[in-house]
C-alpha cells in the first residue's frame, strides 16, 4: 500500500466517523450510538489491518471464501466479523463457525441451519433477520407478512441470538423517499420486539443513505465505498 493510498483511506474513514458524528447530533442521538460497520468486502487484509490499528473493530463481509481467508491472515487482531452477504445453504456452517454475527438471515430454514451448526464453545450467534424494504424481486428479504409468521419460531431457536432487523432499500431520488423504508423497518422493529426479545438492533444506512438512517433509529450503520472508495474486483 502507498503512503497516498494509506492516507486517503485514513482521511475518509475520519470522514464518516464525523458524518455520523454530525447525524447523530442533528438527529438528537447519544453520541456512539450508531456503530460503524466497515464493509471490506474485496478489499485487502492490509486495508483492514490499517483501520484495525486505529482501533476500528467490525468489518462486513458478503464472500465467505475470501472473507475466510482473511479472518485467518487478521486473526491476532480481536476484530469482530459480520457476515452480510446472500446466504447459501452449503456455506452455513462456514458462517456459523467463524462469525460473530450475520445480518442477512431471509429464512427460518437458514436460520435454523446456523443454530445448529454453531460451535458449542462459542456465544450464540448474533442475527439480524432482513426485511426486503422495498419489494424489490432482485433482493432477499422477508416480507412484512412473513417474518411476522416466522419469527416466534426464530427467537426459539437455542444457539442464535435475534438481535434486530437488516434492510437494504432500493436507491431513492431524493431525501424523503430515503426515509420511508427506514421507517417501515423501525416501525416493525418496534412492533415485534418485548421485554423477552428487546431487538435491541437495526442495521441499516450505507454510504448514500447514512444520515437518513441515523434519524430513522438505526444502529449500524454498513459503510464500504465512503471509506474504501469505489469496490475493487480482484477476488
Known amino acids: ?4 493510498t494509506r492516507n486517503s483511506l485514513l482521511q475518509h474513514y475520519q470522514r464518516v466517523l464525523n458524518r455520523i458524528h454530525q447525524a447523530e447530533k442533528a438527529a438528537k442521538r447519544t453520541p456512539g450510538s450508531v456503530k460503524l460497520l466497515a464493509v471490506s468486502k474485496t478489499r485487502s487484509a492490509e486495508e483492514i489491518g490499517l483501520l484495525a490499528d486505529l482501533g476500528h473493530q467490525r468489518f462486513g463481509e458478503n464472500y465467505l471464501q475470501e472473507a475466510l481467508t482473511k479472518i485467518e491472515q487478521l486473526r491476532g487482531k480481536g476484530l469482530e466479523w459480520h457476515f452480510i452477504g446472500r446466504i447459501q445453504s452449503n456455506k452455513t456452517r462456514a458462517i456459523a463457525e467463524n462469525f460473530t454475527w450475520v445480518h442477512s438471515v431471509a429464512s427460518l430454514k437458514h436460520a435454523t441451519r446456523l443454530s445448529d451448526q454453531r460451535p458449542s464453545d462459542l456465544p ?27 419469527f416466534e419460531a426464530c427467537t426459539a ?5 435475534i438481535r434486530g432487523l437488516m434492510t437494504i432499500p432500493a436507491p431513492a431520488a431524493d431525501e424523503a423517499a430515503k426515509h420511508t423504508p427506514l421507517k417501515r423497518l423501525r416501525l416493525l422493529r418496534d ?17 448514500d443513505d447514512l444520515e437518513a438512517a441515523i434519524a430513522e433509529g438505526t444502529t449500524i450503520v454498513r459503510i464500504g465505498t465512503a471509506i474504501f472508495g469505489p469496490r475493487q474486483y480482484n477476488q
Do not use: F
Request: overall charge negative; proline content about 6%.
Open 1 to 4: 500500500m502507498t503512503d497516498q
Open 124 to 150: 450464540p450467534l448474533n442475527i439480524c433477520l432482513q426485511v426486503n424494504s422495498s419489494g424489490e424481486s432482485s433482493k432477499d428479504g422477508y416480507s412484512e407478512e412473513r417474518l411476522r409468521e416466522q
Open 157 to 161: 431457536l437455542p444457539n442464535v441470538r
Open 191 to 207: 412492533e415485534l420486539k418485548s421485554a423477552k426479545i428487546p431487538l435491541d438492533t437495526l442495521s441499516m444506512g450505507m454510504s
